[in-house]
């Protein structure tokens, strides 16, 4: 039986359908910046902007004993939309639950910034953290939708570069697969991405590129030596089956991949923590991460 939280959030899903196909990323990115920048740090953390070697990011840190472990968190968006208010309630969230600071990557967004933009700048803050001080095992890194794709491509990036993995990924609501008409499940209406909003995104991220590079859609990428897995994706949405494949895909070359599917959820559900099964996602994330972080001292 769904609460009467629920209840009303669901309600309110419909003019997020809305808001995707009518509101023109311009003007959207606009208006979260805006709403950004006037927000109060969420309680118990304070919010710091900071330039990761160039890329504009916020700082997340809990009230209380100093931590050196960090997560590396990838905002969703559909690779067109900035950072939100609620990403960061989230992301703070999770500092909070797990005892880290977290990172925001406030990479930079298509159209006009198409592949490989938003992974560079993904990649750049990443080496950023490490250059704080802080090894791979301090270091995790995680991400939402389109964050979550950036997630595993950032890991791809950086184990093909040679250089020091993190200790632990976790995705939510992943995008695996970028190429057209990928992302359609037989009688299912996604509660929260309509199709048009859907191709909209892929498109402008894709750009002139292959829709099936691996590092724009990991579905068909290389997986082994990954660092451990976890992976939330909700029943209702249209990314279900492709963001399960790339978990169990990840599993089969050797990763410590596991996933869960939350009956009833639509993408992303834990943008709204109040709601029981976000709050249980969130722990269940904020543990994962928390027993494969190591705690060391900063240089």
Known sequence: MSSSIEERIRKGLALT??????????????????????????AGVSVESVAANGV????????GPHSARVLVYIHGGGFVMGLTPAHIRMAAYLARKAGIRVLMVDYRLAPAHPFP?????????????????LGGKSVAIAGDSAGGNLTITTMMKIRDLGEPLPAAAAC????????????????????????????????????????SNPLISPLFGDLRDLPPLLMHVGECEVLRDNAVRLA?????????????????????WQLFPKLPQASRSLDGIAAFLGERLRETAPN
């Open 172 to 211: 939510l609501s992943p995008v695996a697969c970028l190429v057209p008409g990928s992302n359609r499940l037989e009688g299912m209406e996604d509660p929260v991405l309509p199709s048009k909003a859907i191709e909209y995104y892929n498109r402008s991220y894709v750009g002139t590129s292959d829709a």
């Open 248 to 268: 169990a895909s990840a599993k089969a070359a050797g990763v410590d991949a596991r996933w869960e599917i939350f009956p009833g959820m639509w993408h992303v």
């Open 117 to 133: 933009a938003a992974l560079e700048d993904c990649v750049a803050a990443y080496r950023w953290v490490l250059k704080q001080g």
């Open 17 to 42: 359908r809305f808001a995707q196909i009518f509101v023109r990323s311009p003007m959207a990115q606009r208006l979260l910046a805006r709403a950004v920048a006037g927000m109060r740090a969420p």
């Open 56 to 63: 504009r990011c916020e700082w997340i840190d809990p009230h």
